[in-house]
Nanobody, 123 residues
Framework: QVQLVESGGGLVQAGDSLRLSCAAS????????MGWFRQAPGKEREFVAR????????YYGDSVKGRFTISRDNAKNTMYLQMNSLKPEDTAVYYC????????????????WGQGTQVTVSS
């Protein structure tokens, strides 16, 4: 079992940066694969990035590749999403999620979810 809480969202201008955090309360955080997803009103939940249990392997959705970086610190029970060169189309609620390994890009594969944090990018 793991509980997740996102933070770090906010309102920024296009081209700016944000770093999101996902804090976990479970004892076995290091044993889970993790992912970030986002969802705008009226749209399907979209894959953003995933990371394996150790943090050594990452993968990104095409829309954020080259701009976003996913990472994790198992000693701190925390996962991060560094977002650079933000665009208005990045506006969404961002969710962190966890699953038993291996990692996945499909939201239906994930067992645990945070409450989400709002990211709004103005033009």
């Amino acid at each position: 079992q793991v509980q997740l809480v996102e933070s770090g969202g906010g309102l920024v201008q296009a081209g700016d940066s944000l770093r999101l955090s996902c804090a976990a309360s479970g004892r076995t955080f290091g044993g889970y694969a993790m992912g970030w997803f986002r969802q705008a009103p009226g749209k399907e939940r979209e894959f953003v990035a995933r990371i394996n249990w150790s943090g050594s392997v990452t993968y990104y959705g095409d829309s954020v590749k080259g701009r976003f970086t996913i990472s994790r610190d198992n000693a701190k029970n925390t996962m991060y999403l560094q977002m650079n060169s933000l665009k208005p189309e990045d506006t969404a609620v961002y969710y962190c999620a966890a699953k038993v390994p291996p990692s996945s890009m499909y939201y239906k594969d994930y067992d645990y979810w945070g409450q989400g944090t709002q990211v709004t990018v103005s033009s």
